[in-house]
């Protein structure tokens, strides 16, 4: 009879592993685990611990490890259908009838397992011969010991395209191609796939040999070469190492992902046993849930080159739909660029393990990541930096992680661009033209609080007291139109009743953009097409207490234009973001009153928090004119 693993995974699913066992020994719950005093030994202390949640046992003290079936065939000395019979029943499950072309199927396997196996031997025999002399020196200079050599079962294919075909011939052939040890091209006679490489065993979670990956000695292409799917073999969802890293996992209480094989069996030798890499593909969603089930915060060390950092990013946003409550990566940066071997070699384990301690979360690793993508000197790149982390945090599937980073995400997004200035050094007062009357650039020691009038302004339809501002700042100082003239041209279609003034001006710019365009020239363009009024509706509530809503009377101050320029473009931000943030929280509130969502909650608080935000930039622009 044949059991399919996804109707073997059900039956553990349907069983409290803590109380099938409970009903031999005494279990006690400790946090999220049982512990109880190991059933297969005699103990006085209990080093025996169980977790549901996972579905295993393991005693720390024999090493006694399995789930519900092993535990009723090594504790109860039932057989395997007995027990599976026995939890089925308790289960409420029937057992599946027999398949002949099941059987059929895993009768197959077992052959594929055992031409695996013959391959493994085969090659580990050629490491250790005359041929694998090269291969040997190789490993050696690797820094691996005859030890680790031998734990990891390292071979040695010879360079033959009929090496592994004659050493196996009395298997066969198809099955050689089935487990992909041999290439069937057409009509033609297969060949060895596998050739002048050193060779690494791909094991199973029971450790049973499934695939094999081969590095190259000396130059060719491609450096590393794994074996192609097979019935036993699938490379999306196997992971190296694991059958080793799972039982060291449990004792670090960490799983570490690396690239490579070589990596993992470096690191392992180094003292690090919790290891394991992906097969030649970045990590997949099956992978990351199968890490998920041993830690919940598995950590990725890739190498701190381009390739390895896009597999990280590739991770992070595979993870992001996936994500549960409790649930999540760390991400783990090496010095220098180099690769776990590098460092573990030239620096020892403890500066790997420092590493290690330092690994930073998701959250971070996507907010670094897109932070560096670009340039981040206009509002534009701004608005483009905040969209891409907003599209990342959209993937989630879970809506309080969802609402989560959303927040997140803005709050730092204020913090990084809105935060408050620091008070610039005081600077005595400068003399215009010499006549010792002007005011010049004015010393401020301290943030002055607002004013009343200031805080008037602010209770003004933002809108609306931004766009007068920035059209008040272009009149007396052109030149900024063609700076933000991208901007400005998006904007015109939000400026509502100043629409037909700021195009008229964006049009002027692009009229004189070979020559200079003063003031009095703009002013007269204006007044030419029938704008005079819209710039007396300028001045409806008071000049906007901006420091670019001034004539430049001195153009000479370049010190004090160029803090100007700063505010106008700093205003200009405000000016394109707010409508939007307005019309978002907008949105929010009223989702929010049709179904009241903790995750819809977060989001309007966040939305409004970073209102606030924008309102108090408002004050202190306005402070600084």
């Excluded at 209990?46 to 399995?66: L, Q």
């Excluded at 990566?329 to 590493?355: H, I, Y």
């Excluded at 978002?584 to 209102?611: H, I, S, Y």
Aim: glycine share 8%; proline share 6%; hydrophobic share 40%.
């Amino acid at each position: 009879m044949t059991l399919s693993p996804q109707w073997l995974d059900e039956l553990r699913s349907r069983i409290t592993l803590s109380t099938l066992i409970g009903r031999h020994v005494k279990v006690q719950r400790a946090g999220r685990e049982y512990k109880a005093c190991c059933p297969f030994h005699n103990e006085k202390t209990p080093s025996f611990t169980i977790n549901d949640d996972k579905g295993f046992y393991h005693c720390f003290g024999c090493g006694a490890h399995g789930d519900a079936i092993r535990f009723m065939t090594d504790h109860q000395g039932l057989g395997f259908m007995d027990a599976v019979k026995e939890l089925a029943a308790e289960a409420g499950m029937s057992v599946p009838a027999p398949d002949p072309r099941a059987a059929r199927q895993a009768e197959a396997r077992a052959s594929l397992h055992d031409v695996c196996q013959a391959a493994q031997d085969w090659f580990v025999a050629q490491l250790n011969s005359a041929a694998g002399e090269e291969a040997r020196a190789y490993l050696k200079n690797r820094g691996l010991t005859a030890e680790t050599i031998a734990r990891f079962g390292i071979g040695f294919a010879p360079d033959s395209r009929i090496g592994i075909k004659s050493a196996l011939g009395n298997l066969d052939e198809e099955l050689l191609v089935e487990a992909g040890l041999l290439i069937k091209v057409d009509d033609k006679a297969p060949y060895d796939r596998f050739r002048g490489r050193v060779m690494i065993p791909i094991r199973d979670p029971r450790g049973r040999v499934i695939a094999f990956g081969g590095r190259i000695l000396g130059a060719g292409e491609p450096k590393y070469l794994n074996s192609p799917d097979t019935p036993l073999f699938d490379k999306g969802r196997t992971l190296y190492n694991l059958h080793l890293a799972a039982p060291a996992s449990r004792q670090t209480g960490r799983v570490v992902v690396v690239e490579g094989y070589m990596d993992v069996i470096a690191l392992a030798q180094a003292g690090f046993g919790e290891c394991v890499a992906p097969l030649g593909t970045a990590l997949t969603e099956h992978q990351i849930e199968r890490l998920w089930k041993m830690v919940d915060r598995p950590l990725l060390c890739f190498d701190g080159d381009n390739a390895g950092q896009k597999a990280a990013m590739r991770a992070a946003t595979r993870a992001l739909p996936l994500l549960k409550p409790g649930l999540s990566l760390g991400f783990v940066s090496l010095p220098g660029g180099q690769d776990p071997d590098d460092l573990v070699r030239a620096s020892g384990p403890q500066a790997f393990a420092a590493c290690l301690d330092q690994a930073t979360g998701l959250l971070d690793h996507l907010w670094t990541h897109e932070l560096n993508a670009a340039p981040l000197q206009s509002p534009e790149a701004r608005a483009g930096l905040k969209a891409r982390l907003n599209a990342h945090a959209d993937t989630i599937g879970d809506g309080d992680i969802k609402a989560l980073y959303r927040r997140e995400i803005g709050q730092r997004f204020s913090d990084l661009f809105f935060a408050a200035r620091t008070p610039s050094p005081a600077r005595p007062a400068q003399q215009r033209g010499g006549s010792g009357g002007g005011k010049g650039w004015q010393r401020r020691d301290e943030p002055v609080p607002p004013s009343e009038e200031l805080r008037a302004f602010s209770r003004q339809p933002m809108s609306d007291l931004i766009v007068r501002g920035v059209i008040t700042g272009l009149i007396h100082r052109p030149h900024l139109i063609g700076q933000h003239s991208e901007t400005l041209s998006e904007f015109v279609t939000l400026a509502d009743r100043w629409a037909a003034l700021l195009d008229a001006l964006i049009d002027a710019a692009h009229s004189h953009a070979s020559g200079a365009l003063d003031p009095p020239a703009l002013m007269t363009i204006l007044h030419s097409k029938g704008l005079a009024d819209a710039v007396d509706r300028l001045k409806t509530g008071g000049t906007p207490p901006f420091s670019f809503c001034s004539a430049c009377t001195d153009p000479a101050d370049q010190l004090r234009e160029v803090r100007i320029a700063e505010d106008f473009a700093e205003a200009i931000e405000v000016m394109i973001t707010r409508p939007r943030l307005e019309a978002a929280l907008q949105d929010v509130t009223r989702r929010f009153e049709n179904d009241m969502q903790d995750g819809l909650f977060l989001e309007q608080q966040q939305l409004r928090a970073r209102k606030d935000a924008f309102d108090q930039r408002l004050i202190e622009l306005a402070e600084r004119g």
